[in-house]
């Protein structure tokens, strides 16, 4: 979790959902519950738990986290020259990647799939 202490006395940091013990499915059942939309889910724009589909909708969006997310792609084969590293599992540039059928290669690892990595310490952010 990224739940903290305040740097200062003069506030107290809150989390009523995590005081509750609800998870992130638990919010969106109720979201659903009471009839309210339940909001795309954020995740860093170079997570290597994306979908293909997700990847396919970050590029199709455009803009400054599909450029970010090519940089961060293209600067991590740079740090380690004799291990080739790809965000991607389908171990391909990011922009190659996107072009690949769906039904191709290995499954692709999704957030479900592993519990909501974001939530489930697969995370390193």
Avoid at 72 to 85: F, G, H, N, Q, S
Avoid at 96 to 115: H, M, R, T, W
Wanted: aromatic share 8%.
């Amino acid at each position: 979790h990224r739940m903290r202490t305040s740097d200062v006395q003069y506030i107290a940091n809150e989390y009523p959902l995590v005081d509750m013990k609800m998870t992130r499915a638990d919010c969106i059942a109720w979201l659903e519950r009471h009839g309210l939309e339940v909001p795309v889910k954020s995740a860093c724009t170079f997570c290597p738990f994306h979908t293909l589909e997700e990847w396919r909708g970050l590029k199709r969006a455009g803009g400054s986290d599909w450029a970010n997310a090519l940089k961060v792609d293209d600067a991590i084969r740079l740090e380690r020259p004799k291990c080739t590293l790809y965000v991607h599992p389908y171990r391909k540039p990011l922009e190659e990647a996107v072009k690949i059928p769906e039904d191709v290669g290995a499954k692709q690892l999704s957030l479900e799939d592993l519990a909501i990595a974001c939530d489930g310490g697969y995370c390193f952010v």
